[in-house]
């Protein structure tokens, strides 16, 4: 799938999530090993799209696979992006669920446009244009927001924001104790495992 290593995703909280990134100036061999880890990273935690700022990295840049409004999957990597979005009549909001990794667990209604222009670079310094539908138009919304250090939950309203954020602390808590109970479980298992 990808030649790079699955490395931890940062968590809302995390101030590198939260403040506008350094842009890329280096179109070289660390770039293209970072963005390797960061397709690693995206595949490993089961993301569409995934920010550098994600894996802890202060970069203006983002990787994508994601299906467009067509189930046409696009893949690829943007580096200092700047999102056009379509304005008056041509302006329609898609108000679905969206989720982010660096927020695992909970989603929430957040209204973006259906169509989106990015513009910006690949990771050999070329101009690129990526024009997205669908769930990708709001993966190059949301990619982008991550590295102006804004996350989704930063467009909900104060109570919404509240409500995703106890749901997280809340299913990470499950998880915890999930994963002591198995680790008692098997330790137990091991001891008897031992007894004549």
Known sequence: MTSGQARPITLVGDPVLHRSLRPVESFDADLAALVDDMFASMYEADGVGLAANQI???LRVFVYDCPDAD???RKGAVCNP???LPEGPDRHLDDGEEGCLSVPGPHAPVARPDTAV??????EGNPITVEGTGLLARCLQHETD??????YIDRLSGRARKKVLREMEEMRAEASAAAEAEAASEAAS???AGTL
């Open 146 to 151: 991550h590295l102006n250090g804004k996350l």
């Open 190 to 192: 091991e001891q008897s």
């Open 56 to 58: 802890g990295v202060d």
């Open 71 to 73: 189930d046409v999957n």
């Open 118 to 123: 990015c513009h910006g670079f690949d990771i």
């Open 82 to 84: 700047t999102v056009v």
